[in-house]
């Protein structure tokens, strides 16, 4: 099976830096995505690891380990629109196609 | 980036009724759908795969009888919930992945609110 944890919640200044880890264990494994849902929304793609190694995109960085099965999204210069639940989500290979399995998430709060 | 569109946005149904949710691509060709529920404050579970043309396939505790999914098109999904009853209100999301490039990425529908009352 697919097992994927995540801080429950988080809380942050804004303007500051916050990093929101994930584990995972799972079989299959075909990458990594973190998604970003705000409150009655649909999840938006953030960013996809497959190989080891740190992607960055402006604000959002995000780093995985394949052989620790960890993975951390980082949120630089911290904004009050970053408040939203932050979804780690593991691609992996099962009935005949790639799926997707969701951590629970993390509530992040920005606080002024 | 990719837009896939979900119809209706909320809906309200009497118990017993049947609901039909559509799920549509609209730039691109998506070779498989995927059906999620997501339950408040809960992360979003997957509750079936769809690929244009074949049966869909349910993960376990889905009821497909219940849940019926049609993937009839390259740019169309539609699921119906059967008989609804109040525990089968929840949020309702599709997601569609293309070919290409970039095929690893699934794009998210706005979602349907589905109260059953």
């Known amino acids: 099976g697919q097992n994927i944890d995540q801080p429950t919640e988080m809380t942050a200044t804004e303007g500051a830096i916050v990093q929101i880890n994930c584990t995972y264990q799972?079989?299959?494994?075909?990458?990594l995505f973190w998604y970003q849902q705000h409150a009655g929304e649909a999840p938006t793609f953030l960013s996809y690891?497959?190989?080891?190694g740190l992607e960055e995109k402006g604000r959002f960085s995000s780093f995985l380990s394949r052989s620790k099965g960890y993975s951390y999204l980082l949120l630089k210069e911290l904004q009050m629109k970053d408040s939203a639940s932050y979804l780690c989500a593991v691609r992996y290979s099962g009935a005949g196609s790639y799926q997707l399995t969701f951590g629970k998430g993390t509530k992040l709060s920005v606080i002024p | 980036g990719a837009v896939v569109s979900q119809h209706p946005s909320r809906v309200i149904c009497k118990s017993g009724t049947s609901v039909k949710i559509e799920c549509r691509s609209l730039?691109?060709?998506?070779?498989?759908m995927f059906w999620y529920r997501q339950f408040p404050k809960q992360s979003l579970m997957l509750m079936a795969t769809s690929n244009e043309g074949s049966k869909a396939t349910y993960e376990q505790g889905v009821e497909k009888d219940k849940f019926l999914i049609n993937h009839a098109s390259l740019t169309l999904s539609t699921l119906t919930v059967t008989s609804a009853h109040p525990e089968d209100s929840s949020f309702y999301i599709c997601?569609?992945?293309?070919?290409?490039?970039?095929?690893?990425?699934?794009?998210f529908g706005p979602g349907t609110r589905l109260t059953v009352t």
């Open positions: 799972t079989s299959g494994f075909n990458g």
């Open positions: 690891n497959v190989l080891d």
């Open positions: 997601s569609a992945r293309g070919g290409g490039e970039r095929s690893y990425e699934q794009y």
């Open positions: 730039d691109f060709q998506a070779t498989t």
